[in-house]
């Protein structure tokens, strides 16, 4: 069974700039979140889709940040535009279901900006 | 409010070594999850294990076992005989509620050889 996909792997840009990630989760998972785990800290859930609705985005900063998840399955994040604080890495994951269910996670995206 | 302490930020054991990770959780449901993940240098978050908050039986997968008290609010998990490659980042997470997930601050555990 194929795991969670990301990419880019890895992301340098300017701040000012904008930039997107593209996650596709595990085949029949309803749920799909994107964290930011900066260094040295726990992820932090940006947002929560179950299928392609939106279940939690309260810690997505909306000005900033966008993301949609196009029939139920990928998924996109996106900046615009990026700050010095958004350097961290981007995680996907993916459940069965919301809950009580164990999460996936991708191999994450690590950004930088300078 | 719902919330997951790992006080521990940093353990260091000599290979062989048995090590015990502390985690410490609040929430006002009844009905809840508990997690562990693990985080090697790698950097790809793996999932260890889930906990109901109805079952509080210990469980032993191997050398890691978890040890979970509801009259403590904690879930700790303990490696015995630690090896090198048990060197990683270690999360306890809690879903609640909402099913809102929340990770603790991390646990950096290095097992030297």
């Known amino acids: 069974e194929a795991g969670v996909a990301q990419s880019p792997r890895y992301k340098i840009i300017e701040k000012r700039q904008s930039v997107a990630f593209w996650c596709n989760p595990i085949s029949g998972h309803a749920t799909l979140y994107w964290y930011q785990q900066i260094l040295g800290q726990g992820p932090k859930l940006l947002i929560q889709f179950q299928n392609n609705g939106v279940v939690d985005d309260s810690q997505l900063p909306k000005d900033r940040f966008s993301a949609e998840r196009l029939k139920g399955v990928d998924s996109t994040l996106k900046i615009q535009p990026a700050k010095l604080e958004d350097s961290a890495v981007y995680l996907c994951a993916s459940s069965l279901e919301a809950g009580s269910y164990e999460q996936y996670f991708g191999p994450g995206t690590r950004l930088t900006v300078t | ?113």
């Open chain 2, 1 to 113: 409010a719902q919330k997951v302490t790992q006080a521990q930020t940093e353990i260091s054991v000599v290979e062989k070594e048995d090590v015990t990770l502390d985690c410490v959780y609040e929430t006002r449901d009844t009905t809840y999850y508990l997690f562990w993940y693990k985080q090697p240098p790698s950097g790809e978050l793996v999932f260890l294990i889930r906990r109901n908050s109805f079952d509080e039986q210990n469980e032993i997968s191997g050398r890691y076992s978890w040890n979970f008290q509801k009259s403590t609010s904690s879930f700790n998990f303990t490696i015995t005989a630690s090896q090198v490659v048990d060197s990683a980042v270690y999360f306890c997470a809690l879903s609640a509620g909402t099913y809102k997930y929340i990770f603790g601050t991390g646990t950096r555990l290095k097992v030297l050889a």
